[in-house]
């Protein structure tokens, strides 16, 4: 008995059209041109005397300051931080939620592309200067931040929670409508569930950024440690400024790493 051993012919690779060449090739024109018309000294910036200047400013900032009362001024400005980025980021979640419906087209074409286009422009805006605008109506402490955190994460929230409703495998809901429950229910049961994991991971994603968001904040007035950072810095208390920038780092990195542990374990 013979056995056909001869190998199935190997898939033939689709031609690259012609518009991803152009694309590529728009690309790479406009990395040579950034390159091209930014005045970038990178021998000035690696001079001895930028190194020298650089060293000596570095300097000024040790040792950090470790007075009991500072040390509580930077611990009470730390929890303002999180807090401002907390809030910030459940409101923007609730909203975004909500805003995310008609964006991923469940109310029809023209309310997809209104509250598309809204959600646009609530992104489109830096944190920064969202503060700028709030603390002429809130004045100046965590409050404006924390509006001014809400509003911006509202807009990258909602368009990530649209996508992944849209994105969604429409069978199991398809399943529930078919066996007559409403649209409604069948989203709760059904669409929801699915995409909880993926829309928990977005949250505690822009959770991290706006605690790095809410630490400079303070530059404006939003009170935390970003406050404390520009008072210190404009001053010239160094060392002060030291201890606030290892408050921040600290803060930084143990957000990072519950938030990694919290989706490590959405995922399993």
């Not at 001895?48 to 007075?67: C, M, V």
């Not at 706006?210 to 404006?220: D, M, T, Y």
Request: aromatic letters at 10%.
């Amino acid at each position: 008995m013979k056995h056909d051993f001869t190998l199935p012919p190997l898939p033939v690779a689709a031609p690259v059209r012609w518009s991803t060449w152009t694309l590529l090739a728009g690309l790479v024109l406009l990395v040579v041109a950034s390159f091209a018309s930014l005045p970038l000294k990178w021998g000035e910036f690696f001079s001895s005397e930028a190194i020298r200047t650089t060293l000596d400013f570095l300097h000024g900032f040790a040792p950090p300051e470790l007075a009991p009362g500072f040390l509580a001024k930077v611990g009470i400005a730390t929890f303002e931080t999180l807090a401002m980025s907390a809030i910030g980021t459940v409101i923007a979640a609730i909203l975004g939620a909500l805003l995310a419906l008609p964006a991923s087209g469940r109310f029809g074409v023209l309310a997809r592309n209104v509250t598309r286009g809204f959600l646009n422009v609530l992104r489109s805006i830096p944190e920064l200067v969202w503060a700028s605008i709030l603390l002429i109506a809130a004045g100046l402490g965590p409050f404006a931040g924390t509006l001014a955190l809400a509003l911006h994460t509202v807009g990258v929230l909602g368009r990530l929670f649209a996508d992944a409703f849209e994105n969604c495998p429409p069978l199991p809901a398809a399943t529930l409508r078919i066996n007559g429950v409403r649209p409604a229910v069948a989203f709760l049961y059904a669409t929801l569930p699915q995409c909880s994991p993926q829309m928990m991971s977005y949250t505690l994603y822009r959770w991290e950024n706006n605690i790095r968001a809410a630490a400079i904040l303070g530059v404006v007035g939003a009170g935390g440690l970003g406050q404390m950072l520009k008072y210190h810095l404009s001053l010239f208390q160094m060392q002060q400024a030291a201890t606030v920038i290892i408050a921040m780092l600290l803060m930084v990195a143990a957000v990072d790493g519950l938030s990694y542990v919290l989706r490590r374990a959405m995922t399993r």
